[in-house]
Every structure is written in C-alpha cells, then in structure tokens.
T-cell receptor, first 113, second 110 residues
Framework: GAGVSQSPSNKVTEKGKDVELRCDPI?????LYWYRQSLGQGLEFLIYFQGNSAPDKSGLPSDRFSAERTGGSVSTLTIQRTQQEDSAVYLC???????????FGQGTRLTVV | GENVEQHPSTLSVQEGDSAVIKCTYS??????FPWYKQELGKGPQLIIDIRSNVGEKKDQRIAVTLNKTAKHFSLHITETQPEDSAVYFCAASMGNQFYFGTGTSLTVIP
C-alpha cells in the first residue's frame, strides 16, 4: 500500500480480555516501531523491530504486552488481560532504515471498559 | 538515555504571526532531529527534519534551527494559517531509538 495501515482503527474491549492490534508497514521498510499515546500526551516508545535482529522490547510496560513481526513485514501488538490504564491510541511507524523518517499509521484507539 | 523537553505545551497565535516551538535534548550523540505534525484523529506526519551536520533548514514557511553546543533545536513557522493548527512533536534520534517531546498544541486564530 501507499502508507502504513493499522487495524482496527477503534477497539472497545472489556477489562481482562486480550486484544491484538495489527500494523502493515510500507513495503520494504526494515524498521518498525510501536508507540502508545495517552490522551493529550506524547509518544511513549513500546518496541522496535529492525530487519531480522532481535527486537528492542525495552519500552514494553509489563509482561502483558508482547509484539511480533512476521516475515519482516506485518506486526501484531498483543495486550493480554487488558486494564483500564491500557486505554490509549497505539501508533505504529515504519522507517526505510534506522535513523530515517518515520511514517506513521493512523493509530488504533483502544478503550478498555 | 536521551531526554527531550519541549516548550511550550500550548501556543496560540494570530493568523499571519510567527510561531516558535523549542526543544532541548540531553545526549550529544543524537544526530537526527525531526519535527512531526499531528492533526486530530491522525498519526503524526513529518514536516521537516535536520541532521547534526547542519545548523538550519528551511522549507517554505517552516524552518528548523539546531544549536549542537547548547543541545537545543527549534521549529519556526512564519505567516501562520488556520490549517497550521495541530499538535507538533519534536524528536531526537541517535540510531535505533527515537525520543519524542511531549508535544505543543498550536492554535492559529483567524
């Protein structure tokens, strides 16, 4: 596609349920980041994938959060046993290579009720 | 790790006036400084960036300046228009990690 695509655009889930958020990066981009943006706040780094290297998971807030990137392309962010404090917009960004322009998706707005 | 501070958090200007947003960073190894504009309900989009070997860069009404010694960089928007109203984020990067500022909500009053 022409840009980074995220799905779903909105997700409402009950506390305690698991959710999966999907990111389709720009074809050929080797770097992929996930960020969390709480209401009116900045971008909180979650996890980074670069090619076939081991991901940098240093930003994941708890072991309920995990992510994978299959075949160096599509990435899925999974939140297990969701809590109300997980409510936020989750943004995915891809880069052609490291330390270059980030192309962001439109985000997934997660609401935990 | 890197620490990026951004000021002000909110900014209102009259249409046609200039707007300036400032960021400071802590790690002298940072060498790439992009600025992003985020409109309501959308993901951030790059509007201008600068690398550490350059002191200033301009693109029409937008300019960015970098002072490596003082570790600060600024976004300048001239002749502001209502469509410039958005949240602006600065970032500093030294390789794998991008460190974002907390954002500035800019309102241009017609």
């Amino acid at each position: 596609g022409a840009g980074v695509s995220q799905s779903p655009s909105n997700k409402v889930t009950e506390k305690g349920k698991d959710v999966e958020l999907r990111c389709d990066p720009i074809s050929g981009h080797t770097a992929l980041y996930w960020y969390r943006q709480s209401l009116g706040q900045g971008l909180e780094f979650l996890i980074y994938f670069q090619g076939n290297s081991a991901p940098d998971k240093s930003g994941l807030p708890s072991d309920r959060f995990s992510a994978e990137r299959t075949g160096g392309s599509v990435s899925t962010l999974t939140i297990q046993r969701t809590q109300q404090e997980d409510s936020a917009v989750y943004l995915c960004a891809s880069h052609q290579t490291r330390n270059t322009e980030a192309f962001f998706g439109q985000g997934t707005r997660l609401t935990v009720v | 790790g890197e620490n990026v501070e951004q000021h002000p958090s909110t900014l209102s200007v009259q249409e046609g006036d200039s707007a300036v947003i400032k960021c400071t960073y802590s790690d002298s190894a940072s060498n790439y400084f992009p600025w992003y504009k985020q409109e309501l309900g959308k993901g951030p989009q790059l509007i201008i960036d600068i690398r550490s070997n350059v002191g200033e860069k301009k693109d029409q009404r937008i300019a960015v300046t970098l002072n490596k010694t003082a570790k600060h960089f600024s976004l300048h928007i001239t002749e502001t228009q209502p469509e410039d109203s958005a949240v602006y984020f600065c970032a500093a990067s030294m390789g794998n990690q991008f460190y974002f500022g907390t954002g500035t909500s800019l309102t241009v009053i017609p």
